[in-house]
């Protein structure tokens, strides 16, 4: 079976330039979540979706920070204007069905490095 | 409030050593479950266990055990005869209500 995918694996940008992540859940998954990771502030949920609806995105950094899930197999953060803040390791995460159960499978991250 | 606390940033072991990695957690529901994932230097999270807040039975997994203690509120893991490649971050989590809280991790490294 296929993981969670996620695309590009690596992208290094210009400030001021958009950055668009993409992920594929697993299939069957309902419940999609990003995170991002720094070496400053560790594993950061940005926001979470249940059924492709948004639950949670108080992690959401600020207005240049927006995903979307326009359907069960697909998602993408996007950041417009990137800054060098910006960098970091972003990871998405699919889990199964159910208020609680259920582990995270997490794709293998995209590196953005925003010069 | 962290809802999880990893309390060890950092912890290093010589190669055969067992270590014990701390993890406690804060939660109001009669229903979680609890997480352990593992990032190696390569970058992906790996994950290794789950548990449901009713089965407080110690689980074992080769040199891999976990002790669960509701009394505590800890969510131990513990690496016998520890091996290089064990070195990592050790993440503990917790999924109340959907979401998933994670530690701050605990870096290992095991020294040949």
């Known amino acids: 079976d296929a993981g969670v995918i996620q695309s590009p694996r690596h992208e290094v940008t210009e400030m001021g330039q958009e950055v668009t992540l993409r992920c594929k859940p697993i299939?069957?998954?309902?419940?999609l979540f990003w995170y991002r990771q720094t070496m400053m502030r560790g594993l950061e949920l940005l926001i979470y979706f249940n059924n492709n609806v948004p639950i949670d995105d108080s992690g959401m950094p600020e207005d240049r920070f927006s995903a979307k899930m326009p359907n069960a197999s697909f998602s993408t953060l996007k950041i417009q204007p990137s800054e060098p803040r910006d960098s970091a390791v972003y990871f998405c995460?699919?889990?199964?069905?159910?208020?609680?159960?259920?582990?995270?499978?997490f794709g293998e991250g995209s590196r953005l490095t925003v010069l | 409030a962290q809802k999880v606390t990893q309390a060890q940033t950092e912890i290093s072991v010589v190669e055969k050593e067992d270590v014990t990695l701390d993890c406690v957690y804060e939660?109001?529901?009669?229903?979680?479950?609890l997480f352990w994932y593992k990032q190696p230097p390569s970058g992906e999270l790996v994950f290794l266990i789950r548990?449901?807040?009713?089965?407080?039975q110690n689980e074992i997994s080769g040199r891999y055990s976990w002790n669960f203690q509701k009394s505590t509120s800890s969510f131990n893991f513990t690496i016998t005869a520890s091996q290089v490649v064990d070195s990592a971050v050790y993440f503990c989590a917790l999924r109340e209500m959907g979401q998933f809280y994670f530690g701050t991790g605990t870096s290992l490294t095991v020294i040949p």
């Open positions: 939660t109001r529901d009669t229903t979680y479950y």
């Open positions: 299939s069957g998954h309902n419940s």
């Open positions: 995460a699919s889990s199964l069905p159910g208020v609680n159960t259920g582990e995270l499978f």
């Open positions: 548990r449901n807040s009713f089965d407080e």
